[in-house]
Every structure is written in structure tokens, then in C-alpha cells.
């Protein structure tokens, strides 16, 4: 398999000078972790939910109205390119040095496509490596009562895309994810005045962001169906459950791992 087989060639991508929330319904529309940011007509960087959720909830822009935030105070320059003669294993293993959600790809100055996290995903569909060697072990995890902004510190300072969401015995509701948390702290900051948003923003809980029917696996599961349920879902992972309780993640940051671990160098 080719890097060229898995790229997105018509990729969308907007201004630098579009609002913020123009991305942000591209974004959930297309089930992407991130698009491409244009100016004049040239492809010049990227922008997240990581990066976004960074500074979303910050004290610099309590005051700002979401509505007035554009994708130029957001965006990222990419952290690497890679080409049209780039292997799958070499661009997996640029993803997961760089955190980088996403790698456009070039032919010289030509610009080709974009090499998505979800573009890995669709390489793995046909392997049956078990879910429970692949899976992520330690992981953190939420009550759904707890507060909104605590999910955001753990999803920020873990990296993970996903934290899956428990009742008080430990039993699997649901998972919160980099997306929906941004959606309701957008909204958050639009709705609420901002005189009230300090005290009332402790009284955002995770049970108001969570998805509940949050796509899991069985232990005894394998990649394949792991990847091929993230496809079909457009989430950054699924949750691996034992029972009614998570015991693992594979999330595309395990994909990316096993890509570098068993993919050729050339191909």
C-alpha cells in the first residue's frame, strides 16, 4: 500500500480570515481533527481541535465572543510535509513524533492532498492483531458528574483524544471527546453572559458534553473492526470494554504505533 493510496486529494480547506466557527462546523460535519488553512489561494497551515481547545476557555478570551474569533488566531504551520514517494510507515511515524493531526503532501511545489490520522486508519482495516495487544492500558477517566473543565485539563495535558466517561460504580456511560467538549465551550461562551460565566462555568458537567452512546469494542476484538468502527463512527478512537467496564483505548495514536512497528520502510 501506497501513502498516495490513502490521501485525501480534494481535502477542504479554509481561509485564514474565515471565522472560527465556520471551521469548527466543517470540522464536525466532515468528522475531521483538523483541516487545512488557504491564504490567497495557497495551503499555509492547520488548524485543530487541539489547538483550538488550548486557548478556548483561557482568561484572555472569556471577554471575546466565540463569533468574533477568526482561524488565523488558531492555526498552525505544519510540522512537517511529506511527498508522493513517502511510505505509509515513514508518514505514521511523523504523526506520532510530531502529534500532527494532519501532513499535507506535495509533489515539489505541486500540492496533492492531505494525510489524515483517519487516512491511517483506513490502511489497518483488514488486520486482526488483537484489540487488547494494541490498546492503551493506563488512560484517564471521568465521573459524569464531574465539571466540563476538568475533562478539558486531562484531554490537554494526556494528549488523548478521548477520555472514557463512568457512572459512580465504575460502569461505562460514554466517552467525551477534543470535539464535543470545544462544541459546548463554544457554546458556553456565546449563550452565557460573561459576568455569569465564571461562576456558572463550574456548573458545566461532563454529563452536559458526554456522548453516551460512544463507540466501544470487546476485548476479544481486533484491529480491523476497531479501525473500521472509527471510520464509521468519524470519532478519534474507540473505547475497549470489559463487560460495562473500559479496560483500554485504541485510539489512532496505537494505530500509528503499530504502522511504525510492522510497516515496511519503502513500499
Same mark, same amino acid.
Given at each position: 500500500?501506497?501513502? #498516495? ?15 472560527? &466557527? ?6 464536525e460535519?466532515?468528522? &475531521? ?10 495551503v ?9 481547545? #488550548? ?9 471575546? @465572543?466565540?463569533?468574533?474569533?477568526y482561524?488565523?488566531? *488558531?492555526?498552525?504551520?505544519f ?31 505541486? *500540492? ?10 483506513r ?20 465521573? @459524569? ?14 494528549? @488523548?483524544p ?5 457512572n ?8 467525551? #471527546? ?6 459546548a &465551550?463554544?457554546? *458556553? ?16 458537567? +461532563? ?9 466501544? +469494542? ?26 460495562? #467496564?473500559?479496560?483500554? +483505548? +485504541?485510539?489512532t ?9 510492522? *510497516?515496511?520502510?519503502?513500499?
Amino acid at each position: 500500500m501506497k501513502l #498516495t493510496d490513502i490521501a485525501t486529494r480534494d481535502a477542504p480547506a479554509l481561509n485564514k480570515n474565515r471565522p472560527l &466557527l465556520d471551521a469548527l462546523d466543517l470540522m464536525e460535519k466532515q468528522g &475531521l481533527e483538523g483541516i487545512c488553512v488557504s491564504d490567497d489561494g495557497k495551503v499555509v497551515g492547520y488548524l485543530s481541535y487541539a489547538d483550538i481547545l #488550548t486557548k478556548i476557555g483561557t482568561q484572555r478570551l472569556r471577554a471575546v @465572543s466565540p463569533g468574533s474569533l477568526y482561524i488565523s488566531g *488558531f492555526m498552525s504551520s505544519f510540522p512537517a510535509t511529506v511527498s508522493n514517494d513517502t511510505s505509509v510507515r515513514k508518514a505514521a511515524k511523523l504523526m506520532l513524533e510530531l502529534n500532527a493531526d494532519l501532513l499535507p503532501m506535495f509533489y515539489g511545489e505541486m *500540492f496533492l492532498g492531505v494525510v489524515y490520522r483517519s487516512s491511517m486508519v483506513r490502511a489497518v482495516q483488514d488486520r486482526e492483531v488483537s484489540a487488547s495487544q494494541l490498546m492503551r492500558r493506563k488512560f484517564p477517566s471521568v465521573r @459524569s458528574s464531574e465539571r466540563a473543565i476538568h475533562a478539558r485539563k486531562l484531554l490537554l495535558d494526556s494528549g @488523548s483524544p478521548l477520555i472514557p466517561v463512568l457512572n459512580d460504580d465504575g460502569r461505562y456511560l460514554g466517552a467525551v #471527546t477534543r470535539g464535543a467538549l470545544l462544541k459546548a &465551550l463554544v457554546d *458556553f461562551h456565546m449563550y452565557v453572559p460573561e459576568k455569569h460565566q465564571k461562576a456558572r462555568i463550574r456548573q458545566l458537567s +461532563i454529563s452536559n458534553v458526554m456522548k453516551v452512546d460512544y463507540p466501544s +469494542i470487546g476485548e476479544e476484538s481486533n484491529l480491523g473492526e476497531a479501525a473500521r468502527k472509527i471510520l464509521a463512527e468519524r470519532c478519534p478512537g474507540v473505547v475497549v470494554v470489559n463487560g460495562l #467496564t473500559p479496560v483500554g +483505548i +485504541i485510539s489512532t495514536d496505537e494505530i500509528l504505533s503499530f504502522i511504525v512497528n510492522t *510497516f515496511p520502510e519503502e513500499q
